[in-house]
C-alpha cells in the first residue's frame, strides 16, 4: 500500500500527463513525433551515448552502425513498443526489443535477445566493488514473469505508480547483458500509453529524468531496498516535470512554424514549400523522397521545394555520409528546429 503523499503526487502526474496530450494541437502527429524522437535521445543520453542529432536522425532513416545509429535502434524501439501498447506484455516481446536495441552495439551476439545467463553488476569493476548487485541469472526468469504480469495488471493503480514500480523493477531484474536502462525508461512509456496517462503524445520522460540523475539512482537504491513510497513520489514529480517539458517543446516548435510562415510569406500559399512548414516538426531532417510522399507531389517537385526553403534559411542543407542505396539524395535540417535538443 502506497502512501497517500504517493498516491496524490502519482494523480497529479497522471491529470499532467493527460492535460499536455490535450493540449497536442488538431495536426498532432508531428508534434507527437517530436516528442518520441526527445525522448529516445535523451534516453541514451542517459547512458552516456551521445551524438549530433542530425546524425541520429539520418541513421533512423538509411542505417548505420556506431553510436548514432545505437541511438536510432532506442528510437525504434520505443516508437514499436507504443504500436504495440494494446498487445498484452510478454517476455517474448521483451527479448524482440532488445535485439532491435541492441543490433548496433557492442554486445555479444549469444546476449542479443537473451536473458543474461552469468551475474551481473553496476558500477564498479567486479561483483565485490559494484554499486549494485542484481539477482543471479537463474532467477531472471521467474522474476521477469512476475514483472510482466504485474505491468498488465487489471487493477487500481494508477498509470503513474505503475510505470515507477515496473521500470524500478526491472532494473533491480537487470535482465539483460546490457540496455537495461534504455528498456526499462521504454517500458515505462508503455504503461503510460496502457494505462491511459497518454492517448497521443510521447512524455519526454528521460529529459526530465536528466535533470536529476543523481535523484533517479538514489530512488533506484531505495526501490531496491523495500521502500516503494519515496521512489513513486519522486518518480511522479519527474513525470510532471515530464507533461510541462512536452509543453514547452510544443510551444516552441510551433513559434518556430510561426516563425517560417512569416520568413516565407513572399512565396504562394499554395506552393509544395509552404505546405511543407507545418511537416517539419515531424520531420526535421528530410530528403526530397519525403517530401514527395508527405505532399503526394513528384521528387522534382519535392526538391525545389526544400531548396526554396533552405534560401529562405528554414532549412540547412546536412552531409548524410554514406549509407543510401543508388542515387544519393540532398538531405536538409530544420536546424534551429534541433536546437530544442540542447535545452
Do not use: C
Amino acid at each position: 500500500m502506497l502512501k497517500t503523499s504517493a498516491v496524490r503526487s502519482a494523480e497529479r502526474a497522471v491529470a499532467a500527463l493527460r492535460l499536455a496530450d490535450q493540449r497536442l494541437p488538431v495536426a498532432w502527429e508531428a508534434l507527437a513525433r517530436l516528442l518520441l524522437r526527445h525522448e529516445g535521445i535523451a534516453s541514451s543520453g542517459i547512458e552516456g551515448l551521445r551524438e549530433p542529432v542530425t546524425a541520429v536522425l539520418v541513421a533512423e532513416r538509411i542505417g548505420g552502425g556506431g553510436t548514432a545509429g545505437w541511438v536510432a535502434d532506442n528510437l525504434a524501439v520505443i516508437d514499436t513498443v507504443l504500436q504495440t501498447a494494446h498487445e498484452p506484455l510478454s517476455i517474448e516481446l521483451l527479448h524482440e526489443w532488445h535485439a532491435r536495441l541492441m543490433r548496433n552495439s557492442d554486445l555479444p551476439t549469444e546476449l542479443i535477445g537473451v536473458f543474461r545467463p552469468s551475474p551481473g553488476w553496476v558500477g564498479g569493476s567486479s561483483p565485490l566493488d559494484a554499486a549494485y548487485v542484481p539477482p543471479p541469472a537463474a532467477e531472471i526468469p521467474r522474476l521477469t514473469d512476475d514483472l510482466v504480469e504485474f505491468a498488465d495488471a487489471a487493477d487500481d493503480l494508477d498509470a503513474v505508480s505503475r510505470a515507477a514500480i515496473a521500470h524500478a523493477q526491472f532494473e533491480a531484474i537487470h535482465p539483460y547483458g546490457d540496455g537495461n536502462g534504455r528498456l526499462g525508461r521504454a517500458l515505462i512509456s508503455r504503461i503510460l500509453r496502457r494505462g491511459g496517462a497518454t492517448q497521443r503524445s510521447v512524455a519526454p520522460i528521460s529529459l526530465a529524468i536528466a535533470y536529476d540523475p543523481g535523484g533517479y539512482l538514489s530512488g533506484l537504491r531505495l526501490f531496491e531496498a523495500g521502500h516503494t513510497a519515496p521512489w513513486v513520489q519522486w518518480f511522479s514529480g519527474v513525470v510532471e516535470r515530464a507533461a510541462g517539458l512536452a509543453d514547452g517543446i510544443v510551444d516552441e516548435s510551433q513559434e518556430f512554424v510561426e516563425q517560417w510562415r512569416r520568413t516565407t510569406r513572399s512565396l504562394r500559399h499554395d506552393s509544395a514549400a509552404r505546405a511543407l512548414l507545418e511537416h517539419l516538426p515531424g520531420h526535421p531532417v528530410i530528403n526530397s523522397a519525403d517530401v514527395a510522399e508527405l505532399l503526394d507531389v513528384s521528387e522534382r517537385t519535392g526538391r525545389t521545394a526544400l531548396a526554396t526553403l533552405a534560401k529562405h534559411q528554414v532549412l540547412s542543407e546536412i552531409d548524410a555520409g554514406a549509407g543510401e542505396v543508388g542515387r544519393a539524395r540532398r538531405w536538409y535540417a530544420a536546424s534551429d528546429l534541433l536546437q530544442l535538443w540542447n535545452t
